[in-house]
């Protein structure tokens, strides 16, 4: 375990926690010293949250709901500038026979389809209702991480200068499993610095655990508290390029880092599961989880994401479903 003496990029958040001056060493003492979780009753938490009964108009808001948090994604080698357009298109208007079905809140792409995304989104004649919808761009040689930091920022600049809203960045694995909290954390640092566009402002960074690699919950649990105090706007489970992804026990591990951030901070940090959760029923059982882990307050697209593709399908047909009292058949939705 490394314990360097080596002085931390400053940032507020770590400031307030590990006072002035803070040091790898600092860091490393304070995440040793985070509680253990509780395995057994996190699997039971999360197995809780499957027996709560939601129907009609709560079901039918509740869909309504997962629908407007969606980061509808592609990561692909093989997009294309068609398959963009068409995403484009389905994020504005997910169900292209129900107006009132809402947009989702961003589409998610490399950063070099940032670009064609924007345009794609301007480009419909229903263009006033993409407005809202949030340009991401996934960055730092995602999924693996397996770059030098010079490439990752030019990568996260190159996104932000592009017109990326939102950054999803990987954290280095192997240094987090190896014990160096201190590097890890100065790259966030060092990422969300890279995020800051010309006017000043800042693209939202989501900071990407790859929590299928961490192995334990207590690992997600100190990786959750190291991106916040380095900056994170949301934290995030997965990049969907590693199973397991999102999970309900992991998801209930950082809301609870987030609840405890809000009680002893009042800031508000977002949340993301991505890779993994296909179906409503499923969905509904992670806004269930964050009605009950950090509030109600957090069920609104500023501050919980699904990182998804076919969810969204499934959203559209229990939506007709539950509106016509029939399934549609298997041409009705788009296959991304």
Same mark, same amino acid.
Do not use: C
């Given at each position: 375990m490394s314990t360097r003496v080596t002085?931390?990029?400053?940032?507020?958040?770590?400031?307030?926690?590990?006072?002035?001056?803070?040091?790898?060493?600092?860091?490393?003492?304070?995440?040793?010293?985070?509680?253990?979780v509780d395995t057994v009753g996190a699997e039971a938490r999360a197995a809780g949250f499957a027996t709560r009964s939601i129907k009609t108009t709560s079901k039918m808001a509740g869909l309504d709901m997962i629908m407007s948090m969606v980061d509808l994604t592609t990561l692909e080698g093989a997009d294309t500038r068609g398959k963009v357009h068409t995403l484009a298109q389905k994020a504005t208007l997910p169900d292209p026979f129900d107006p009132t079905a809402p947009s989702v809140a961003a589409v998610c792409v490399y950063g070099d389809k940032v670009a064609q995304v924007r345009e794609s989104l301007g480009s419909w004649h229903i263009s006033h209702r993409a407005d809202?919808?949030?340009?991401?761009?996934?960055?730092?040689?995602?999924?693996?991480?397996?770059?030098?930091?010079?490439?990752?920022i030019l990568d996260t600049e190159y996104a932000v200068s592009e017109g990326a809203d939102e950054i999803d960045m990987v954290i280095d694995r192997g240094a987090f499993l190896s014990g160096s909290w201190g590097l890890v954390y100065d790259q966030i640092v060092a990422v969300k610095e890279a995020c800051r566009r010309g006017d000043g402002s800042y693209a939202h960074l989501k900071v990407i655990l790859e929590t299928g690699e961490l192995a334990t919950l207590d690992n997600v649990r100190r990786a959750s508290w190291l991106a916040i105090l380095a900056g994170a706007d949301f934290i995030k489970t997965s990049t969907g390029k590693v199973a397991p992804a999102a999970t309900l026990p992991v998801t209930v591990t950082m809301l609870e880092v987030i609840r405890d951030w809000y009680a002893m901070t009042g800031e508000k940090?977002?949340?993301?599961?991505?890779?993994?959760?296909? +179906? %409503?029923?499923?969905?509904?059982?992670?806004?269930?989880?964050?009605?009950?882990?950090?509030?109600?307050?957090?069920?609104? #697209? /500023?501050?919980?994401?699904?990182? +998804? %593709?076919?969810?969204?399908?499934?959203?559209?047909?229990?939506?007709?479903?539950?509106?016509?009292?029939?399934?549609?058949? #298997? /041409?009705?939705?788009?296959?991304?």
């Open positions: 002085a931390l990029a400053p940032t507020d958040r770590s400031h307030s926690v590990l006072g002035s001056g803070a040091t790898e060493k600092a860091l490393t003492t304070f995440l040793n010293g985070i509680p253990g809202g919808i949030a340009v991401a761009a996934v960055a730092t040689a995602f999924p693996s991480g397996r770059a030098s930091l010079p490439v990752k940090i977002g949340m993301k599961p991505a890779g993994g959760i296909k +179906a %409503s029923k499923d969905a509904l059982r992670y806004l269930v989880a964050v009605a009950e882990t950090v509030g109600e307050d957090w069920l609104t #697209p /500023d501050l919980f994401r699904f990182g +998804a %593709s076919s969810l969204l399908n499934d959203v559209v047909m229990q939506r007709q479903k539950m509106r016509n009292g029939h399934y549609s058949g #298997p /041409d009705y939705v788009s296959v991304d």
